[in-house]
């Protein structure tokens, strides 16, 4: 294999490692001794009020106009970065199963034995082809058909058989989460969001103005319920927070290891050390889910209805093994987990659609809505490298600069960007999109590299009416 592209399988998979790690959390390295906080890191009481300085003025302007803020801070880009720019650049990642046979290609340069073999099986984010060796793609113990025992165990399900339909709120709930919540909505006319160059969280109303800052401190996976915001303290240790937003007082909900989290009904489903757990809003012993507390996978990347959690098998931080894009259904009823099928990224339940990126394999993936009652699956035959969000009716994504929508069988491209952003110099390789009420909003994440180093890091917010 040429050093090009070693090096660039290299980055590639360094990439999506730490993506992985920012989904999973702490608990991500399965085998380590030690789990938690090192000595003398952050370190809270639950229940006691936790008090930071405002660092920047961060100018929000609503109704379309320009919302433009930079980030100074290393440490608050580093997590943002790993998320962006990994997950798109896995899941821009087209790769393939060699027990599927999906136009594998020996690379010219690649010895023909089996344990050094390199195959060409997904292209990264700017095209270019990169690869990982047949040796750990083989690594996994495999049925005939070509799946995982772990997976092979499960009982499969079609997706056309769902009973998944949310409403709009739950869509857009939904559809934020996907997003990693950098910006939620409380179906009453307020948004709350996290400024990363003030390391605050803001409330306001959904066009931009009575912006009020709520909290010190900014944060991913933000939704609220019952008058509380709930997120992950990015700045506080990465522990899970629940703010009072009359009150603009923060309690620690959880700071043992843990990764995402998801509001339910019945309480925050939050993915940890030893299993999904359940715990109730009003505190108590979190109890653990029986049918996902599985060692062999973990679940990563949820998107819900009333009655089903779906989301992405992993293992740890393996790359491959998320590139194979296995879909698994956690019934809460029947209390069991189901596997949907393979290459179905990134899943998101909205209205009476399943969206996902999916294909027969990764290199041929693209965006697909499959319509739960009709039965119909759409592919939309664009690559969303920039990101998907729907409200249930409407599917928005981006293509480049390009702002596209998918209504009523239509397909169309329906906003240029990038003459809504700043004409500020710098690539814009991630955007994160966000509905709430009429206004479409988008996170933009902008550097300006010289030569190969990011010299300067810096954020838009954005925001749309889609009405006017």
């Not at 920047?56 to 379309?64: C, K, N, P, Q, V």
């Not at 750990?136 to 339909?165: C, F, H, K, M, Y």
């Not at 703010?243 to 019945?266: C, Q, S, V």
Request: aromatic share 10%; proline share 2%.
């Amino acid at each position: 294999m040429r050093e090009d592209e070693r090096s660039m399988e290299k980055r590639e998979n360094a990439v999506n490692e730490e993506l992985l790690k920012e989904v999973l959390g702490e608990y991500a390295e399965r085998g380590s001794a030690v789990f938690g906080r090192e000595q003398g890191e952050y370190e809270q009481e639950p229940g006691k009020r936790i008090n930071g300085r405002m660092k920047r003025t961060f100018w929000y302007y609503g109704g379309g106009r320009k919302k433009i803020f930079t980030i100074g801070s290393v440490c608050a880009a580093a997590a943002v970065v790993m998320l962006s720019a990994g997950i798109w650049s896995m899941q821009s990642g087209r790769g393939q199963d060699q027990k599927n046979d999906m136009d594998l290609a020996l690379t010219d340069s690649a010895p023909q034995d089996a344990d050094h073999a390199q195959y060409q099986v997904y292209m990264n984010h700017y095209g270019e082809e990169a690869t990982f060796s047949y040796a750990s793609a083989q690594s996994q113990n495999r049925t005939e058909d070509g799946l995982p025992e772990e997976i092979a165990v499960l009982r499969g399900e079609d997706w056309s058989g769902l009973s998944a339909r949310t409403d709009r709120e739950t869509a857009i709930r939904n559809s934020n989460y996907q997003n990693f919540g950098y910006l939620c909505a409380d179906g009453r006319g307020k948004i709350y969001y996290s400024d990363l160059t003030e390391h605050a969280i803001y409330m306001s109303n959904e066009d931009g103005s009575g912006r009020e800052k709520l909290a010190d401190g900014a944060g991913y996976y933000l939704q609220e319920k019952d008058g509380n915001l709930y997120y992950t303290a990015i700045d506080e240790g990465g522990v899970i927070m629940c703010l009072n937003i009359a009150a603009k007082e923060k309690t620690i909900i959880m700071d043992a290891p843990h990764g995402e989290f998801l509001l339910t009904e019945e309480g925050l489903l939050i993915n940890a050390e030893n299993g999904v757990l359940l715990l109730g809003y009003e505190g108590g012993e979190a109890q653990i889910i029986a049918a996902m507390s599985d060692k062999d996978w973990q679940p990563a990347l949820f998107t819900a209805s009333d009655d089903l959690v779906l989301f992405n098998a992993v293992q740890g931080t393996d790359v491959n093994y998320y590139l194979q894009g296995y879909l698994l259904c956690y019934n809460k009823t029947k209390e069991e987990v189901s596997y949907l099928g393979q290459v179905m990224m990134r899943p998101l339940l909205a209205g009476d659609y399943l969206l996902a990126v999916k294909g027969e394999s990764m290199k041929q993936a693209s965006l697909h809505v499959m319509d739960l009652t009709a039965g119909t699956d759409t592919d939309l035959g664009v690559w969303p490298f920039d990101g998907f969000t729907s409200d249930g009716t409407s599917v928005y994504y981006t293509r480049g600069g390009m702002l596209g929508r998918y209504q009523d069988g239509v397909n169309e491209e329906i906003l240029d960007l990038h003459e809504q952003e700043s004409e500020l110099m710098g690539q814009c390789p991630d955007r994160y999109l966000y509905l709430a009420g009429d206004y479409l909003y988008w996170l933009c994440r902008r550097q300006v590299i010289e030569g190969e180093e990011v010299v300067e890091t810096f954020y838009e917010w954005h925001s749309i009416n889609m009405t006017e």
